[in-house]
C-alpha cells in the first residue's frame, strides 16, 4: 500500500509578519526550522522512509524538507523540485499586510481572496518588485499573474499525474515537503473534497500528515503524526 506524507513548510518569516506570500522566495524563521526538524523527528518515528521528496522551487519549503529528511537520518532521499508545487500565487496581494488590507477592503472581501475556491486576487502588476516573469526559475513557462485555489489545482494536478501518482502506483513512499495551497489541492484531489468544504482544510505548518492509499490512490487512512497539533481532516472517500 503506497504511502504518502504531506509537509507544509514550517513558520516563514512573513508567515510571522502576516504578509500574503505567495511565490515571494521568503526563508523559515527560527521556529519554522525548528517546527521542521520536529516533523523530521515524528516521521523517523512513524518508520517512514520515503523513496523520494518532492517540493516547490521555494526555499521555505525546499529547507523544511531538507530538515526534515535530515533530523529523520534520511539525508540521502532523492529530491525532485518543481514550480508547480509552489504556493498559490497570490497576486496584486503580494507581500501586502493582510491585516491592513481587511482593515482597507473589508474582512469579507479579504476573506473571499484568501479561501473562495475560485475567485483569484486581482492580478499582479507587471514590472513591479515581486514580478517572477524574469525569474530563471520560470524561463519557458507561462507563469500566472494570480491565482486562485482552483487555478493552483489547474496545474498541481497535471504535475500530480505526471510525476508523482506513477511513483505511488509503482509502490514508491513519497513526501511532498509544499505550501498550504498546493498541498490543499493535492487533499482536495485525493480525498474528492466539494468546493465549498475545502475551506475549512487547512494544514498546520510543520506537522506531517499521512495517508495511506490503496492501489487507485483513494486514500484508506490518514492522520497528522503531531496529534496535539493536529486540525480536522475531510473525511475520507467512500471505496
Ligand atoms: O500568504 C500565503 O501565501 C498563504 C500561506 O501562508 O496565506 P493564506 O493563509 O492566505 O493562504
Known amino acids: 500500500m503506497p504511502r504518502l506524507i504531506l509537509l507544509r513548510h514550517g513558520q516563514s518569516q512573513w508567515n510571522l509578519e502576516n504578509r500574503f506570500t505567495g511565490w515571494v522566495d521568503v526563508d523559515l524563521t527560527a521556529e519554522g526550522e525548528a517546527q521542521a526538524r520536529r516533523g523530521g523527528e515524528l516521521i523517523a518515528q512513524s518508520g517512514f522512509t520515503p523513496d523520494v521528496m518532492f517540493t516547490s522551487v521555494l526555499k521555505r519549503a525546499k529547507r523544511t524538507g531538507a530538515l526534515a529528511l535530515d533530523s529523520a537520518g534520511l539525508k540521502g532521499v532523492p529530491v525532485v523540485e518543481d514550480w508547480r508545487l509552489n504556493e498559490r500565487h497570490y497576486g496584486g496581494l503580494t507581500g501586502l499586510d493582510k491585516a491592513e488590507t481587511a482593515a482597507k477592503h473589508g474582512e469579507d472581501q479579504v476573506k473571499i481572496w484568501r479561501r473562495s475556491y475560485d ?121
Do not use: C, M
Open 119 to 239: 475567485i483569484p486576487p486581482p492580478p499582479l502588476a507587471p514590472g513591479g518588485e515581486y514580478d517572477f516573469a524574469g525569474d530563471p526559475r520560470y524561463a519557458g513557462q507561462t507563469i500566472p499573474d494570480t491565482e486562485s485555489l482552483k487555478t493552483t489545482l489547474d496545474r498541481v494536478l497535471p504535475y500530480w499525474n505526471e510525476a508523482i501518482a506513477p511513483r505511488l502506483q509503482a509502490g514508491d513512499d513519497i513526501l511532498i515537503a509544499a505550501h498550504g495551497n498546493s498541498l490543499r489541492a493535492i487533499v482536495k484531489h485525493l480525498f474528492a473534497v466539494p468546493d465549498d468544504q475545502i475551506v475549512g482544510v487547512e494544514i498546520p505548518t510543520g506537522n506531517p500528515l499521512e495517508i495511506d492509499l490503496d492501489g487507485t490512490l483513494t486514500p484508506v487512512s490518514a492522520r497528522y503524526l503531531d496529534e496535539a497539533r493536529a486540525t480536522e481532516l475531510p473525511p475520507l472517500p467512500k471505496a
